[in-house]
T-cell receptor
Framework: GEDVEQSLFLSVREGDSSVINCTYTDSSSTYLYWYKQEPGAGLQLLTYIFSNMDMKQDQRLTVLLNKKDKHLSLRIADTQTGDSAIYFCTNYGGSQGNLIFGKGTKLSVKP | KAGVTQTPRYLIKTRGQQVTLSCSPISGHRSVSWYQQTPGQGLQFLFEYFSETQRNKGNFPGRFSGRQFSNSRSEMNVSTLELGDSALYLC??????????????FGAGTRLSVL
């Protein structure tokens, strides 16, 4: 079935760049999304990219999309301790037409 | 504009009881989706309601049900609670008009603990 895969953990130092990677199986989705979840909170939409784009930049965030390889990445420049959270990539997929989520990548930022 | 509001934030129930969770979507949004989040299974889709009709449903037993009212507010009900139902239940609202850019905005969730 449809699937989204991400590495589970990423640790970086404050001020470095973080790159979170994601692969997905359903290529029919028109948009792909990145959400952030802080402890005890819901999901906050960070950014999204249209499937016919290769790159989208939004302040410290850069999204790269390789549609051929079904690979999506989120780069966070100048990572801060406040960026520590779980990051989910997701897209609409499958017969149910719902968002398909990976397990999420837990980003830890060390001062 | 107010965001998605879920009530209550926390609930403690015992096995066999039933529970009702509430979700008020962003004004103007007609679609409400529900997700269950657990450490083991991650985020799993429960169901989606649009204009008071269930439009999509995930692979959950019939103990999980929902409904949507004419003002787009939605409720989710779980009957005969089991220990495994302990989870964070997230509600998301969207315009629901399809066409791809159907961004879902999430509430803070209801943390359900079943003892």
């Amino acid at each position: 079935g449809e699937d989204v895969e991400q590495s589970l953990f990423l640790s970086v130092r404050e001020g470095d760049s973080s790159v979170i990677n994601c692969t997905y199986t359903d290529s029919s989705s028109t948009y792909l999304y990145w959400y952030k979840q802080e402890p005890g909170a819901g999901l906050q939409l960070l950014t999204y990219i249209f499937s016919n784009m290769d790159m989208k930049q939004d302040q410290r965030l850069t999204v790269l999309l390789n549609k051929k390889d079904k690979h999506l990445s989120l780069r966070i420049a100048d990572t801060q301790t406040g960026d520590s959270a779980i990051y989910f990539c997701t897209n609409y997929g499958g017969s149910q037409g719902n968002l398909i989520f990976g397990k999420g990548t837990k980003l830890s930022v060390k001062p | 504009k107010a965001g998605v509001t879920q009530t209550p934030r926390y609930l403690i129930k015992t096995r066999g009881q039933q529970v009702t969770l509430s979700c008020s979507p962003i004004s103007g949004h007609r679609s409400v989706s529900w997700y269950q989040q657990t450490p083991g299974q991650g985020l799993q889709f429960l169901f989606e309601y649009f204009s008071e009709t269930q439009r999509n449903k995930g692979n959950f037993p019939g103990r999980f049900s929902g409904r949507q009212f004419s003002n787009s507010r939605s409720e989710m009900n779980v009957s005969t609670l089991e220990l495994g139902d302990s989870a964070l239940y997230l509600c998301a609202s969207s315009l629901g008009t399809g066409g791809g850019q159907n961004i879902q905005y999430f509430g803070a969730g209801t943390r359900l603990s079943v003892l």
